[in-house]
């Protein structure tokens, strides 16, 4: 059972441009949203997280945006670089369930074309 | 990486033969982890470790064990390796805050 959809399984995005990849959870009770972003022969490392009590959470050119009642999430990598090129990542879990409990969403792989 | 060194980085094995696959670590972090990757299931929990001695099951387990006999050691053990374990390996380590670091995998084809 997927427990955090995420869309699209691919993405390419000119230079300069937005990039969005979402996630849609089914479990009410996650409370805790982060995102992977992992480049080609190396492990995910975490970008950014958010927990529901924020509606936005904004680092550099990465913004989480949450929505509760839709229980969706989403990425967007604002003035994207060909730097960003990578394998994006979602997940959710419930706090204090410790990591072992984070559930991943299927991945995005992301281009970004100079 | 996190002090995170996974070996080896590539393996070929032959259908029912055991293999294992090593994770060291010199953060000495409480908590360790392994993950396989596929495509289109992202990352899934095999096994993981809360302290020397102690592992527990994770979401895909079966044909997998696990040792963890010092702090810095987290051994992933395929009994008998099929070819649906083929795959990439990571295993992650944590100490006392919330987040985990991964190392940089290993890639296990099984033919």
Redesign the interface.
């Known amino acids: 059972q997927q427990q955090v959809k995420q869309s699209p399984q691919s993405l390419i995005v000119q230079k300069g441009g937005i990039s969005i990849i979402n996630c849609a959870y089914e479990n009410t009770a996650f409370d805790y949203f982060p995102w992977y972003q992992q480049f080609p022969g190396k492990g995910p490392a975490l970008l950014i997280a958010i927990r529901p009590d924020v509606s936005e959470k904004k680092e550099g050119r990465f913004t989480i945006s949450f929505n509760k009642s839709a229980k969706q999430f989403s990425l967007h990598i604002m003035d994207s670089q060909p730097g960003d090129s990578a394998t994006y990542f979602c997940a959710a879990s419930m706090r204090n369930t410790g990591f072992q409990k984070l559930v991943f969403g299927t991945g995005t792989r992301l281009l970004v074309s100079p | 990486?996190a002090g995170?060194t996974q070996s080896p980085r590539h393996k070929v094995t032959e259908t029912g033969t055991p293999v294992t696959l090593r994770c060291h670590q010199t953060e000495n972090h409480r908590?360790m982890?392994w993950y396989r990757q596929d495509p289109?299931?992202?990352?899934?929990?095999i096994h993981?470790s809360y302290g020397v001695k102690d592992t527990?099951k994770?979401e895909v387990s079966d044909g997998y064990s696990v040792s963890r006999s010092k702090t810095e050691d987290f051994l992933l053990t395929l009994e008998s390796a099929t070819s649906s374990q083929t795959s990439v390996y990571?295993c992650?380590t944590?100490g006392g805050g919330?987040?985990?670091?991964?190392?940089?995998?290993t890639r296990l084809t099984v033919v």
Do not use: P, V, W
């Not at chain 2, 289109?40 to 929990?45: I, Q």
């Not at chain 2, 919330?98 to 995998?105: I, P, V």
């Open positions: 990486d995170i908590y982890y289109g299931h992202g990352l899934r929990l993981y527990d994770g990571f992650a944590r919330t987040e985990a670091f991964f190392g940089q995998g």
